[in-house]
């Protein structure tokens, strides 16, 4: 059973301890989130996710001063949390009873946002646990060792604005893309070695920035990258080849994701945000519609008030799916079941919804916002 506290956390009430201002006519986010709910009751009332059924709240992160949370990522014990932010720095939640904050920034960086946080799979790091790779607008690419705040290692690639960076399966070797377009693969064992650069095989290769990537669940031989240029390329690691492509995602951030031979995709437009792929074939297998609310009810809504999304996560315990958007008043999280029905939706913030992460091993669900909230969930399903 709920606590009470945890029972007023339900659909579009207040989750933040802060007392920021939004850019509605500077009512506080827990005032005009309650104007909403008022305003939209009846839609919220025939709804079948009016209420918290299916998350547990458990906190909200202010990390300091604002600024943007553009990656967050579990470790595999869900004890620590990683967020990369636009300020330079990332910062490690350690999730216990205070929730203390650790940031880590090396002497020798030079500024630029910290695009994306990655943990290497627990696996591969029994004699040196706690260690993840975050990448910077400036080329840096940083191995962490988190509970001594030491930098392992740090590679620069020049002229590259890194947005992604994803370990390989076995954690034996990371990829990262950027502004080059290009994808580079390095090994964890010959960091001193030049890295290898993906080429053109059977499908074109990326003619704009690259902004998400991940490797393919049911083949490890196979990664997919997707940004701008509204293609997602499939790669082989053997090859070091293009095999295939997907036209259509315009991958903005974080928002691909992978579970057995599928692949999920979510866009930052108007229409189609949410689509998933079998990746045996790369053709569509499901569009998921991100259905907004109907009429701009007291005048509370901008007047284009459509969803783009920034995020999404399969949910490897179940046939869940979560994704979370930007662009609107609603900027949420939502709980999508095995008939891609939405069952739930979690009001995290006004700004925008930039990140996700799921731990399947302890099922929570984390979030990060524009205005630097970092969030946990609970999944109680």
């Not at 986010?29 to 939209?40: F, H, P, Q, T, V």
């Not at 470790?75 to 720095?89: K, M």
């Not at 205070?98 to 630029?112: A, E, H």
């Not at 866009?267 to 189609?272: G, T």
Request: proline share 2%; with cysteine.
């Amino acid at each position: 059973m709920q606590s009470l506290k945890e029972g007023h956390r339900n659909f579009s009430t207040q989750v933040s301890q802060s007392t920021d201002t939004n850019d509605i006519g500077g009512i506080e986010d827990s005032i005009l989130l309650e104007s909403i709910k008022l305003a939209y009751k009846d839609i919220f009332a025939q709804s079948s996710f009016s209420q918290l059924k299916n998350y547990q709240f458990q906190n909200d992160i202010v990390t300091g001063e604002p600024t943007q949370i553009l990656s967050c990522a579990f470790d595999n014990t869900a004890q620590f949390l990683a967020s990369s932010n636009s300020d330079g720095l990332v910062n490690i939640a350690y999730l216990g009873k205070d929730y203390t904050i650790v940031s880590l920034q090396d002497p020798k960086q030079k500024p630029g946002p910290a695009t994306c946080v990655k943990w290497r799979p627990s696996q591969v790091t029994e004699h040196l646990k706690n260690t993840l790779l975050s990448t910077y607008t400036n080329g840096s690419i940083i191995y962490w060792h988190a509970t001594s705040k030491q930098s392992l290692f740090n590679i620069e690639d020049k002229d590259n604005q890194i947005n992604c960076c994803e370990f390989s399966l076995d954690g034996d070797k990371f990829v990262i893309g950027g502004s080059d377009c290009h994808v580079k693969l390095y090994d964890c064992g010959k960091l001193s070695k030049t890295p290898t650069t993906f080429i053109e095989g059977q499908s074109a290769v990326h003619q704009n920035r690259i902004f998400g990537m991940k490797f393919n669940q049911g083949d490890h031989n196979q990664l997919y990258t997707g940004g701008w240029d509204k293609m997602v390329i499939q790669w082989d690691l053997r090859q070091k080849k293009s095999t295939g492509y997907i036209f259509g995602p315009c991958v903005y951030g974080d928002s691909m994701d992978s579970k057995g031979f599928q692949l999920i995709t979510g866009s930052y437009r108007d229409e189609k945000q949410l689509e998933i792929w079998d990746t045996r074939t790369l053709h569509k297998l499901q569009t998921i519609n991100w259905i907004e609310y109907g009429n701009n009810v007291q005048g509370l809504l901008p007047k284009q008030n459509v969803s783009k999304l920034y995020a999404c996560k399969f949910d490897k315990r179940t046939n869940f799916i979560y994704a979370a958007n930007a662009g609107s008043v609603f900027s949420e999280i939502r709980q999508f079941d095995f008939q891609y029905r939405c069952v739930d939706t979690y009001c995290c913030s006004l700004s925008g919804v930039m990140t996700i992460d799921h731990n399947q091993n302890y099922n929570k669900l984390s979030y990060g916002t524009q205005d630097g909230k970092l969030g946990v969930l609970n999944i109680v399903n």
